[in-house]
């Protein structure tokens, strides 16, 4: 699962979203790996949801509106 989380969301964003975790619990040494595991599973989550709203608003379009949109340039 881990290499699948690494494809999908970068080191840095990973690190950015941690350290966000590290301040809302106010801080304190001792559970970086927490905070780390947890920006993982968040992200993840996010941009897992994020592929499903954008493939059923897809899925929404019959294909040829779906075709003449991607041709365009727009959704």
């Known amino acids: 699962m881990r290499d699948t ?3 999908i969301v970068s080191h840095e964003e990973i690190e950015k979203r941690a350290y966000e975790i590290y301040l809302r619990r106010g801080g304190g040494d001792g559970r ?3 905070d780390w595991f ?3 599973q968040e992200l ?3 941009r897992s949801q994020d592929s499903e709203a954008y ?3 897809r899925q929404e ?3 040829g ?3 003449r949109s991607e041709a365009a340039g727009t959704r």
């Open 38 to 40: 947890a920006a993982e």
């Open 44 to 46: 993840a989550q996010e």
């Open 65 to 67: 509106q779906r075709l």
């Open 5 to 7: 989380i690494d494809q």
């Open 32 to 34: 970086d790996l927490d």
């Open 55 to 57: 493939r059923s608003g």
């Open 61 to 63: 379009q019959p294909l």
